[in-house]
């Protein structure tokens, strides 16, 4: 309800919102990762320490009154294996921060080659090689379809009884189900999480597990993770403003390079061309671009989302949100590319109307350069444009 009644915000910096609700309301959404990078790898590191050495249920014992020394017995982190799945920023913090408690450290990532993994100490391997070997597995991903549930009930099995979780990452990696079962099997000797699937969590049962040290999404809450988050998202508008990439764009990629010069006209002759056909075509239907040159292969995505935010701006449609408006109307886009021409080309044509649009950018400027077929030199497209159309000639005016 907040994002959407932002109906005039140009920038905001929020900790979560939710992308495909930023999407309806033309709202960019920027993704500032290393900001909390470091806090995040030291809670980890704490949560794997205090896993190990049962800190947390020794804090609760001595506070109620108790002396559970023998009960609380912990095991060492020197010579034992860490598994890290996830070989971001973060996971190799963790890596090069417990290896110094004299852990091996193995890992896996599905986009980092073994030789980038070995640069940071972490012996890279495949999962099914990985998960027999480790004491403790970690998990540093994005919460995505192949991520959602990856420690299961079909993993523990092929663990060690002793192996211990951490979860500083996503709720819902681990499936919380399967580890309660797994916990309460003997299948798992304890867990750390500091993110639930549920945010607070109304399920209980994990939280007051005996063999469960859990913290209320902690990982970047420290001072200078705000700090530095603050000031990700400070130069992200600074850069939007001086014509500079938008790094981070999570809803939207294209847009990354609307704001810079080159960028710029390339989405103002996409606008363009967009107004014109929303205002030539008979009716809303099939569109076909065709691209050709160097330069204009980079931009396809974001002169595509230009003229679909003009073409379909009676349904609704926006910069961010114009393929979902596109897919939701039933308006089918095909995106071809010439690559044996040289010059920097656009053709945009209707499925059912002959309208054919050419244009190109020079010079920093977008330019119509043919329409119904007919060449018409390169007229500049700013301000009015008057299209006249007779049986025995055309002229654009």
Known sequence: ACVRACVRVRACARACVCACVCVCVCMCVCSTPSGNTISAAEHTCGMICALARNTAQGHASMKAGKWDRNKLMGVELHGKVLGIVGLGRIGREVATRMQAFGMKTVGYDPLIPGTFAAKFGIEFMEL????????????????????QGLINKTVFPKCKPSVRIVNVARGGIVDEEDLLDALNKGSCAGAALDVFTEEPPTDRRLVNHDKVVVTPHLGASTAEAQVKVA????????????GKPLMGIVNATYLSNAFTPEGKAWLELGQRLGHMVLNLAQKVADITLTLSGPTSKPYQDLLLAAILSEYLAPQGANLVNAMAVASKVGVGVAITMVTHEEDNKVELTIKGDHIGLHGTVLGGKPFLTGIYGEEVGFVELRGTLAVLRGQLEMAAI
């Open 231 to 242: 000031q990700e998202v400070a130069q992200a508008f600074v850069d939007a403003t001086k």
């Open 128 to 147: 099914e090689q990985l998960w027999p070997i480790v004491d403790f597995i970690t998990v540093h991903t994005p919460l995505m379809p192949s991520t």
